[in-house]
């Protein structure tokens, strides 16, 4: 059975850092394009970052570029998410999922929400949340 779990949510005071991973069981993740996304109340799920098979990453928003960074420990078949400098504003659920046909390619005009469909699988999400 193919899974997904997170792990490292917290609460955290705004400016701290936070780490986050993403395990994977029944499958191994270095044959996956893996994705964090984050969801707030209210609002849809949106693109954060991806790691490829290769290691290369893709940044899908801004908000985040120079905070938070993705790795791969492909020995412990996990995908961390490093965020730093953290704001009230990423107080959200985050998930993390595996697109069988890699990372999806950034494209000019799409909303990081737009991504969310190319993903096969998901975690069942863990909770960020940034106190001011």
């Known amino acids: 059975q193919l899974q997904l779990v997170e792990s490292g949510g917290a609460l955290v005071q705004s400016g701290g850092s936070l780490r986050l991973s993403c395990s994977a069981s029944?499958?191994?993740?270095?044959?996956?394009?893996i994705g964090w996304f984050r969801q707030a109340p209210g609002k849809e799920r949106e693109a954060l970052l991806c790691v490829s098979s290769s290691g290369g990453s893709t940044n899908y928003l801004d908000a985040v570029k120079g905070r938070f960074t993705i790795s791969a420990d492909n020995a412990k078949n996990t995908v961390d998410l490093q965020m730093t400098s953290l704001r009230p504003e990423d107080t959200a659920m985050y998930y993390c999922a595996a697109d069988a046909q890699g990372c999806p390619t950034k494209v000019d005009g799409y909303r990081p929400t737009d991504y969310s469909h190319s993903y096969d699988y998901w975690g069942q999400g863990t909770l960020v949340t940034v106190s001011s």
């Open positions: 029944g499958f191994t993740l270095d044959y996956y394009g």
